[in-house]
């Protein structure tokens, strides 16, 4: 029941329209019987401070923080997580009493994707990313933070692979990162040498679900870990691709749920039960 003790908690990004954040949550805080309510807010181009104030005057607890405000955020707020700081992302704010302070929830929401969901251990393995935008620099930190032997970048654009190989080499001064063009004669041994591939381009997503990024399936094998971060469809063309080689495969649901866990405790102290939002997702067309 919402009366005048309810706290808000919300979205902001633009689109907003496609986001399953406002049902998983709401579903969580009512089974959890707590007074908060979740709304979604699409904030235009350019109104991003005017959003900011408006958390503060409304006394706002918290805000998941989408695409395209990651970045630019960060300089509106009071305090960043050092999480946050090395990813230069900021995915959810907490508002104490006025202070905001910006967290990046999506770090923790790969790893254990990669490390509970698929049981995989990133220490000492060779990872391939493709892609090299917002998604790609939280992936790299992730895999840079849990112990990593090398890292290989595969992107479409060369000058943005290097920005993300020279961003994270200067972070974690221990690890050389090398990247490589999108194209097959590039990407075949470095992916043959892999033991775990992420891909973080929206390639293969709904509606354009024929494709894939990696367009010579023969570089996969069996001993290869493939994850897509496109959930939409559950199997991407990569992922049967992996699936026809024996190589295991996972998409990005199990990102999605576990940085809004992570969202949603640092908000409320409570957390989510991770199979009800699992059975919430399922329901829902495509899943
Ligand atoms: P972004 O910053 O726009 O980066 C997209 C990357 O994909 C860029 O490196 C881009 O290459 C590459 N790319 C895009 N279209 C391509 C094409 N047709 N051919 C080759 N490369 C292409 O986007 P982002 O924020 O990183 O998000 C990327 C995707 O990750 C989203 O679409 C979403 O599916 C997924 N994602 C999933 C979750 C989750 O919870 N599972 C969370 C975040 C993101 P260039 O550098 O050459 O432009």
Same mark, same amino acid.
């Given at each position: 029941m919402v009366n005048t003790k309810t706290t808000l908690l919300g979205l902001i990004g633009y689109p907003i329209g496609h986001s399953y954040s406002p049902l998983l949550h709401n579903s969580a805080l009512r089974r959890l019987g707590l007074n908060y309510v979740y709304l979604a807010f699409s904030v235009k181009p350019g109104e991003l401070a005017d959003a900011v104030a408006g958390i503060r005057s409304l006394n706002i607890r918290g805000v998941n923080v989408t695409i395209p405000y990651k970045e630019e955020i *960060?300089?509106?707020?009071?305090?960043?997580d050092p999480l946050a700081e090395r990813v230069g992302a900021v995915n959810t704010i907490v508002n104490d009493e006025g202070i905001l302070k910006g967290y990046n929830t !999506?770090? /923790? $929401? /790969?790893? %254990?994707?990669?490390? &509970? !969901?698929?049981?995989?251990? /990133?220490?000492?393995?060779n990872v391939v990313i493709v892609g090299a935008g917002g998604a790609a620099r939280a992936v790299g930190v992730a895999v840079?933070? @849990?112990? +990593?032997?090398?890292?290989?970048? *595969?992107? %479409?654009?060369?000058?943005? +692979?290097?920005?993300?190989? !020279?961003?994270? &080499?200067?972070? #974690?001064s221990n690890l050389s990162i090398g990247?490589?063009?999108?194209?097959?004669?590039? #990407? #075949?041994? =470095? /992916?043959k040498e892999a033991d775990l591939l992420i891909d973080t381009t929206p390639i293969g997503m709904a509606p354009e679900i024929k494709v894939s990024p990696v367009i010579e399936p023969q570089a996969l094998h069996r001993d290869l870990l493939v994850i897509d971060l496109v959930y939409n469809p559950a199997e991407t063309v990569?992922?049967?691709? +992996?699936? !026809? =080689?024996? +190589? @295991?495969?996972?998409? $990005?649901e199990g990102m999605l749920l576990y940085q809004g866990i992570e969202s949603f405790k640092l908000w409320t102290g409570h957390e989510p039960e991770v199979t009800k939002w699992k059975e919430i997702l399922k329901k829902r067309k495509n899943f």
């Open positions: *960060i300089s509106l707020l009071d305090k960043i !999506d770090v /923790i $929401g /790969i790893k %254990r994707m990669i490390e &509970e !969901d698929a049981g995989f251990m /990133i220490e000492e393995k840079c933070e @849990s112990g +990593a032997a090398g890292i290989t970048i *595969i992107n %479409r654009t060369h000058k943005k +692979a290097k920005l993300l190989a !020279d961003f994270l &080499e200067k972070t #974690y990247y490589v063009e999108l194209s097959v004669d590039q #990407y #075949y041994n =470095v /992916i990569l992922l049967k691709a +992996a699936r !026809d =080689v024996n +190589a @295991s495969g996972l998409n $990005g």
